[in-house]
Every structure is written in C-alpha cells, then in structure tokens.
C-alpha cells in the first residue's frame, strides 16, 4: 500500500499575497499529493489544528510578510503541544539566509527560497516519506 | 486499538483525524475498528449537500455551520474534490471558506479527494461518516464534488439532500431534463442577488409539482444569498421541519435501511471479487479466453459460460 501523502498548504501572518502558496499547491498537486488548501491571514492556531484535523503529513507555511522567525516556530511548537510533532513543518517564502539556523533549530525541517524549484520541495517530501508512513 | 476506539468516542480529534485515514487509506485496522465503532452510530443527522461547481455549496456550508452552532448542535464536514485522474493529485480547497470555524472545538472539517472513486464523493465517504457519528456528532454533512446530474451517489450515503441550483447556469433546462430534481429534498436557489434567481425558483417550484405526491409536503424551495447571509434561518427551518417529515412518515428508517442494504450487498460483492482475485490469476485466465476468441473464433458468451463452472469449482476447493 503506497499511502498518499497529504499536505498542508498554509499562509500565517498578515501579507495577503498567496500567488506563491497557490502555485505550490497546484504543483504539488500536479506531483501526485493531495494538497490542502486553507487561503490567507491563518493564525497559528488555525493552522496546528487543521492539520490535525486532516492528518497532513506535511505542513508548508508561505510567508512574505517577515514574522517567519516568530510564526515558524509558534506552528511547530502548537504541534508538539498537541502531540503531533510527526508532522513534518517546512517553510518557504522570502527568508534571509541569516534566520536558517535559528529556524532549523526550531524545528522546521527545511526553508525554500522564492529561487527553489519544485522539483527540490518535492525531492524534500520524497526523502521524508518513511518517517510520516505511520 | 480498543485505545483507539475508546478516544474517539471521547471525542479526541487526533485520533479521530487518525481514524478516518486508517478508513481512507484501507488499512488492516479498517474492519476491525468500524466493527468496534458500529454500536455507536446511528445518533447522528446525515445531510448531502451537492449542485453544480461553484454554486456556492461551501459558502453555504459556513453559513449553516455558523447557525448549527448557535444551537450547540457539534457539526462536521465531510468535503469531498477530485481526484486528478492523471497525476493522482488533489486539491482540496472547500475548506478554504469554512476556516473560520477551525477554532471551534464543536466543528470538525475534513477534507477527501476522490481517489478515482465515480458518483462525487470518495469510495472511503460512508465509513468516514461512522466514525464521526460515533464520535458523537450531532449534524455530518457532506459536501460532494461540484457534480452534474450522473454523480448523486450522495443520496444513498444521506439521510436528506440540499441540492443547491444558482441562477444563469442553465439550471432550469438542466433540471427539467435530466431527473435531478429527483434526489433533492431541500431545495435551495443560491446567489439570489443574481438577476433569474426569483424565475429558477417560479421554474423549480413547477417541476416539483409533478414529483410531489399529495400525501408528503412539498419540497421547500429557498432563496439564498450565502456571501451576504441571507436566507439561512429559512434553510435551517426548512431542513429541520422536513427531517422531521422524514422521521415521522418512516421514510428515514426506510432510506437508512435501503443505505445499509446497499452497503452490504457492496462490501459482498467488494470481498468476492478480492477472493477471485487473491485465488485465482483472472488476468491470466482473461488473456487465455481473448486467444481463443480472437484467433480460435470462438464465441465469448459460450466460452466464457463454458469457463465460469471451472472458475467457480477451482475458487470452492481454495
Ligand atoms: N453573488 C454571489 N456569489 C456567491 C454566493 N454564494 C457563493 N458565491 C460565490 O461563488 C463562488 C463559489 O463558491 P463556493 O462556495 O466555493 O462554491 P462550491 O459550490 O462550494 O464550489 P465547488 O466546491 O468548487 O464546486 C465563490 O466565489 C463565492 O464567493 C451568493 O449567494 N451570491
Ligand atoms: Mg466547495
């Protein structure tokens, strides 16, 4: 049995452009996963229990409004506190190279640029499977 | 998993999200835990909400969330998109409107993609309905893909269908011709801030007089306006007093029975043909008979008559 992998696709914070996040979406739509899709202006909260509530093995937070380094963080850790820190928390959007390691420390498997192809996110979600096929 | 089973009657949203991917996903634990959930199901009112895409089924859906909540009644939502038959893929995107209500320990949203199952829900909609209903929630309703007039296999998962029309999208031929109006209870005439909505309903209204029998009430027939909230009470009203139509006339005891009638002549069915396929190499034996016919000229319906007593000899000493 090759369980479909389900992701999340979700936009915290306050920037209201979702351009990129949709185009994430419909490609990894297109990758052959089945992708959620919740729009913009999530609270942390909203994100963390949607993805429990649909069994996502994957969050993506998109963000361009710069709280990465405090909304990042806030998902993974409503996530742990809701014992569901198997979810695997990957970012995107535009990020500084500088916030990286404070951002891995904190639990977010993996950063990609506005640059990164979707070859690499999927490449990214591919690498994890054996870890999220529970 | 009598662990399992014991926290979703708790109502514990993990292991309820767990539960219906172990549903979705046909794993060994299905049968098991379904058998164990079983006794506690049959509480819950069981809506189908279905029409056309972009008719306004999810706005909607807000909506009556919103007012259910209102009376304390717990509310999931089962939102059924397609699958991508060539990628496998989904996008699952109903939830998008009714995200307002993540917070609310009361709602439970979950998103299904098809996965190639025909008829606008997913293969995996009737058992994930159980467990929800053994959860112990009051209201499940489900969402259908944005359908046509072949895909309303919602009717035989549904204890009642609001079928949403809007108009403009050729509704009004499309439910005169095509037997649509058959399988709808609530009807529901959306974006009346649209110009030909009041004409839909006047049309709608004509076609349900022939469908009605004297003896039941008629089908309601509301006007919505879901973006502006306007129309909903009457929606409420309407649903809840014609549930309890279907409750007091015995059509509800007689559609659950039909549902589950349907349900055990397909999971029959759904185990022979595993049996066939686990004993007996049909593949083989199918490319067998397709030479005979193709280059012996024999005739399939007596060949395969001819066949089917061994086939069925060989699976009985299995
Ligand atoms: N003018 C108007 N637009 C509406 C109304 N209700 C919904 N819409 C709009 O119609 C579009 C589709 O609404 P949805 O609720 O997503 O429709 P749906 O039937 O769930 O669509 P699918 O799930 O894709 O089949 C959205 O842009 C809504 O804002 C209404 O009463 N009036
Ligand atoms: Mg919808």
Same mark, same amino acid.
């Given at each position: 049995?090759?369980?479909?992998?389900?992701?999340?696709?979700?936009?915290?914070?306050? @920037?209201?452009?979702?351009?990129?996040?949709? $185009?994430?979406?419909?490609?990894?739509?297109?990758?052959?996963?089945?992708?959620?899709?919740?729009? %913009?202006?999530?609270?942390?909260?909203?994100?963390?229990?949607?993805?429990?509530?649909?069994?996502?093995?994957?969050?993506?937070?998109?963000?361009?409004?710069?709280?990465?380094?405090?909304?990042?963080?806030?998902?993974?850790?409503?996530?742990?506190?809701?014992?569901?820190?198997?979810?695997?928390?990957?970012?995107?959007?535009?990020?500084?190279?500088?916030?990286?390691?404070?951002?891995?420390?904190?639990?977010?498997?993996? %950063?990609?640029?506005?640059?990164?192809?979707?070859?690499?996110?999927?490449?990214?979600? !591919?690498?994890?499977?054996?870890?999220?096929?529970? | 998993?009598?662990?399992?089973?014991?926290?979703?009657? *708790?109502?514990?949203?993990?292991? %309820?999200?767990?539960?219906?991917?172990?549903?979705?996903? *046909?794993?060994?634990?299905?049968?098991?835990?379904?058998?164990?959930? $079983?006794?506690?199901?049959?509480?819950?009112?069981?809506?189908?909400?279905?029409?056309?895409?972009?008719?306004?089924?999810?706005?909607?859906?807000?909506?009556?969330?919103?007012?259910?909540? !209102?009376?304390?009644?717990?509310?999931?939502?089962?939102?059924?998109?397609?699958?991508?038959?060539?990628?496998?893929?989904?996008?699952?995107?109903?939830?998008?409107?009714?995200?307002?209500?993540?917070?609310?320990?009361?709602?439970?949203?979950?998103?299904?993609?098809?996965?190639?199952?025909?008829?606008?829900?997913?293969?995996?909609?009737?058992?994930?309905?159980?467990?929800? @209903?053994?959860?112990?929630?009051?209201?499940?309703?489900? !969402?259908?893909?944005?359908?046509?007039?072949?895909?309303?296999?919602?009717?035989?998962?549904?204890?009642?269908?609001?079928?949403?029309?809007?108009?403009?999208?050729?509704?009004?031929?499309?439910?005169?011709?095509?037997?649509?109006?058959?399988?709808?209870?609530?009807?529901?005439? *959306?974006?009346?801030?649209?110009?030909?909505?009041?004409?839909?309903?006047?049309?709608?209204?004509?076609?349900?007089?022939?469908?009605?029998?004297?003896?039941?009430?008629?089908?309601?027939?509301?006007?919505?306006?879901?973006?502006?909230?306007?129309?909903?009470?009457?929606?409420?009203?309407?649903?809840?007093?014609?549930?309890?139509?279907?409750?007091?006339?015995?059509?509800?005891?007689?559609?659950?029975?039909?549902?589950?009638?349907?349900?055990?002549?397909?999971?029959?069915?759904?185990?022979?043909?595993?049996?066939?396929?686990?004993? $007996?190499?049909?593949?083989?034996?199918?490319?067998?008979?397709?030479?005979?016919?193709?280059?012996?000229?024999?005739?399939?319906?007596?060949?395969?008559?001819?066949?089917?007593?061994?086939?069925?000899?060989?699976?009985?000493?299995?």
């Amino acid at each position: 049995m090759n369980k479909k992998l389900r992701i999340l696709i979700a936009k915290p914070g306050l @920037d209201g452009h979702d351009r990129g996040a949709k $185009y994430v979406a419909r490609a990894l739509k297109d990758a052959g996963y089945e992708v959620i899709y919740t729009g %913009i202006r999530q609270s942390p909260e909203a994100i963390a229990q949607t993805a429990i509530q649909e069994d996502v093995d994957f969050v993506g937070l998109s963000l361009l409004s710069g709280a990465h380094n405090e909304l990042f963080p806030r998902v993974v850790q409503l996530l742990r506190e809701k014992q569901a820190s198997d979810i695997i928390v990957f970012g995107g959007g535009v990020i500084p190279e500088s916030d990286m390691p404070f951002l891995k420390e904190q639990g977010i498997a993996a %950063i990609f640029t506005p640059g990164t192809s979707i070859a690499a996110i999927i490449e990214f979600i !591919e690498a994890n499977r054996p870890r999220v096929s529970h | 998993m009598k662990d399992l089973t014991q926290q979703i009657l *708790n109502g514990d949203i993990r292991s %309820i999200a767990r539960a219906i991917s172990i549903v979705e996903n *046909n794993a060994p634990l299905k049968e098991p835990l379904l058998d164990e959930l $079983y006794p506690f199901c049959g509480k819950a009112m069981i809506w189908g909400i279905t029409g056309a895409p972009g008719a306004g089924k999810s706005t909607l859906l807000d909506r009556i969330i919103a007012a259910e909540r !209102e009376q304390q009644r717990r509310v999931a939502v089962i939102a059924v998109d397609p699958t991508s038959p060539f990628t496998g893929g989904a996008i699952l995107g109903d939830r998008l409107r009714m995200q307002r209500h993540a917070l609310d320990s009361g709602v439970f949203i979950r998103s299904m993609a098809s996965r190639g199952y025909l008829g606008g829900i997913a293969g995996a909609t009737r058992d994930v309905i159980k467990v929800f @209903d053994a959860a112990g929630y009051d209201l499940i309703i489900i !969402e259908t893909i944005g359908v046509g007039q072949s895909e309303v296999e919602v009717v035989s998962l549904a204890d009642m269908i609001l079928l949403v029309l809007v108009p403009g999208l050729g509704d009004e031929i499309q439910a005169l011709k095509a037997g649509i109006m058959e399988i709808g209870d609530i009807f529901i005439i *959306n974006k009346k801030d649209r110009e030909g909505a009041v004409k839909l309903k006047t049309e709608v209204e004509y076609v349900l007089r022939f469908k009605n029998e004297s003896s039941a009430p008629p089908n309601p027939v509301i006007m919505t306006a879901a973006t502006l909230n306007e129309g909903i009470a009457e929606v409420i009203a309407a649903a809840e007093q014609y549930f309890q139509y279907l409750t007091d006339s015995g059509q509800l005891e007689q559609r659950r029975r039909q549902r589950l009638r349907q349900e055990f002549y397909d999971i029959v069915l759904t185990k022979i043909q595993q049996v066939v396929e686990n004993h $007996y190499n049909l593949t083989q034996k199918v490319e067998r008979l397709v030479e005979l016919v193709v280059e012996h000229h024999e005739k399939p319906y007596a060949l395969i008559e001819k066949h089917l007593n061994s086939i069925l000899k060989e699976i009985e000493q299995r």
